[in-house]
């Protein structure tokens, strides 16, 4: 759960968040009306379906089901709350993207959005009305008058429940719970605008195939449901099955169905954009404050937040748009304080400033010589290799490598130090480790070893059972728990399922290391921009003291960039499959950050370069720092 006793959940954040809900119920009736506009459709008599339409808006039923439907749309902006992030969530295997939507918290999400759109359908059909408005209706048959289930009303009830499977499912799998930064601030009248239609044509053209799946499903399995019904309530049958092939062909029925899915997709998703864009717009953070009680409302505070991400994403967005846009509040960061004329306003945000860009440098250069001295390794694994690859059989003269002794495991109350797998490694360098680290261990328990070297490992291991050391006959080991059987961990991992699942996606290591590179970008351009109105606007020359240490980190952060996306990629690629987009893995806005990060570090760059001109080679640095401000100079990079 937030913390609500943050000053900014309290008097910001929850204030944003009620008006964006308070925005969602008030559109509602616009969608409303325009949804019962196209259900009671009558192109052949245009005055009558005039008449029906403003009939159903204004009536006692339209009105209580509109509010209805507003009530479940304010429920569900307010869901919205729960797990929203800043940070995107990086993915290294299948089994982690699976897990990511089954976590009993997720899934209680999931399951209470689908009671949430089953009811939401159940409402459409009240409006709707007719053979749609209830589950019960009178048919007529030779014995008379009977109660029949409507099976329509059934019908447009499970698929509601069943579009808010895909939309609870689609929420974390699709990272729509992750705020985006926009790089333009608009107003949010003019972001609304845009979004209404591209909404509304995303939302229908993914209802209509989503529909098409709901109607095979129905036509398999749509007995069970109605059948359960008949026999507790005491309904008999329709008189048309929907789940029929006659019945599937409908056209009132798919209309109405397609309409109730694009009218649940439009409206959650614009309650969902409107939470976005009133908790991503600018923040204006006091720089300094004359009461001590208020000093966590300071813009160096919250820049160094770490409770709550979503105060520091605001206030680094806050930090790059003064220090770029805004003339009077970048004189009072670089003004002195009273008493005693210290920078204070200005050493706190460069510090803050520093310490971010720095600490992905820092993360940067770890993956370099992992990856540097992952490549090393199996190198030198596989020229040692090459010379064992051939050895001697007293029967045949050669045998090889494949064929070596069997790999014999220790007895299970033997303690074991487990191989830590690295993403930076081949698969015949894992294999050479597990060789170092447990012992001989040949090529029959290699990663894509085949059934028959299995099936001859086994067959010698048979062989073997019997054979005791007199140590181990007078002392037996103490047989460890199921769960500690660490032999039964590696065979587990063996199945083919499990390495699908557990097999790396290809870039999301280096996709981990950008998750927050909006950050390091907002970073970036409040340094530059900083140090570029400080010759005319710092009348103090209190940017003068740090220009060494933002020019070194700087250049640090270009040098460790430029690094990184010339290392190869840290998943070997066999076949020509691996080499195809993975619809598995979702896609991460860091992906295009990576790209953002490695221009806005030029760009800050050359526009502190081309301000300050050739003073800046009297700025203190290490001699390859030195070589790369001269090349921005000479306008070479």
Request: hydrophobic fraction near 40%; charge should be neutral.
């Amino acid at each position: 759960m937030r913390q609500i006793n943050h000053w900014y959940m309290r008097d910001v954040f929850c204030w944003r968040t009620g008006a964006s809900v308070a925005w969602s119920v008030l559109l509602q009736p616009v969608a409303v009306s325009l949804y019962l506009l196209l259900i009671t459709a009558n192109l052949l008599h245009p005055y009558q379906w005039i008449t029906d339409w403003l009939g159903v808006i204004f009536s006692l039923k339209g009105i209580g089901y509109s509010c209805l439907l507003g009530l479940v749309i304010c429920i569900q902006a307010c869901s919205n709350v729960v797990f929203y992030q800043v940070k995107p969530v990086v993915h290294l295997n299948r089994l982690s993207i699976i897990w990511n939507v089954i976590c009993p918290s997720r899934f209680l999400y999931i399951v209470f959005h689908v009671v949430l759109a089953g009811f939401f359908a159940s409402c459409c059909t009240g409006l709707i009305g007719g053979q749609y408005g209830t589950l019960v209706t009178i048919c007529e048959e030779e014995e008379g008058f009977k109660e029949c289930l409507a099976e329509e009303h059934l019908f447009l009830v499970l698929y509601g429940m069943y579009m808010g499977v895909l939309y609870g499912v689609n929420y974390f799998l699709q990272g729509s719970n992750c705020f985006e930064f926009p790089a333009i601030q608009q107003l949010k009248f003019f972001q609304v605008k845009g979004y209404l239609s591209w909404s509304l044509y995303n939302s229908a053209l993914g209802t209509l195939k989503t529909t098409a799946y709901f109607y095979l499903i129905y036509f398999i399995f749509g007995t069970i449901p109605k059948t359960w019904l008949q026999n507790n309530l005491d309904l008999h049958p329709p008189q048309l099955a929907v789940n029929s092939l006659r019945g599937l062909f409908n056209l009132h029925l798919f209309w109405s169905t397609w309409l109730t899915g694009t009218l649940l997709y439009h409206v959650w998703g614009l309650s969902l954009f409107l939470f976005k864009i009133f908790n991503t717009e600018v923040y204006r953070f006091a720089i300094e404050t004359s009461f001590t009680e208020a000093s966590d409302t300071c813009l160096y505070k919250a820049l160094g937040e770490k409770q709550q991400p979503l105060v520091q994403y605001l206030a680094f967005q806050d930090v790059a748009a003064l220090a770029e846009y805004s003339d009077g509040r970048r004189k009072e960061v670089y003004s002195l304080s009273q008493p005693g004329g210290h920078p204070n306003n200005w050493n706190r945000i460069c510090t803050e400033c520093l310490a971010m860009i720095e600490s992905l440098t820092s993360r940067l250069m770890t993956h370099e010589e992992m990856v540097t001295n992952g490549m090393a390794q199996n190198k030198r694994a596989s020229s040692e290799g090459d010379k064992s690859d051939v050895q001697l059989d007293p029967k045949r003269g050669y045998m090889a490598a494949g064929e070596s002794e069997p790999y014999i495991p220790a007895p299970v109350g033997t303690p074991y130090s487990p191989y830590t797998s690295s993403v930076f490694e081949t698969p015949t360098a894992r294999q050479r480790h597990l060789d170092s680290t447990l012992g001989q261990q040949p090529a029959e328990l290699s990663w894509a070893a085949s059934p028959s070297v299995h099936h001859r490992s086994h067959a010698r291991l048979r062989e073997e059972k019997g054979k005791q050391t007199p140590y181990q006959s007078r002392y037996p080991s103490r047989p460890a728990p199921f769960w500690a059987n660490w032999h039964l961990e590696y065979r587990i991992k063996q199945w083919r399922v499990m390495e699908y699942l557990l097999k790396p996606l290809p870039e999301a290591v280096n996709r981990s290391l950008f998750t927050d590179a909006q950050l390091h970008i907002w970073a970036l351009e409040a340094l530059s921009s900083f140090v570029a109105a400080s010759y005319h606007e710092d009348i103090f020359g209190v940017v003068q003291g740090s220009l060494s240490d933002i020019m070194t980190t700087m250049l640090a952060l270009q040098i460790a960039v430029d690094k990184h996306f010339k290392l190869p990629t840290s998943v070997s690629k066999k076949n020509l499959s691996d080499f195809r987009p993975l619809k598995a893995a979702p896609v991460h806005p860091d992906d295009g950050l990576r790209l953002d990060l490695k221009s806005t570090v030029k760009t800050s760059l050359h526009r502190v370069v081309a301000t300050f001109g050739p003073n800046l080679r009297n700025v203190s640095a290490a001699p390859e720092y030195k070589r790369r401000l001269l090349d921005f100079m000479e306008y070479k990079q």
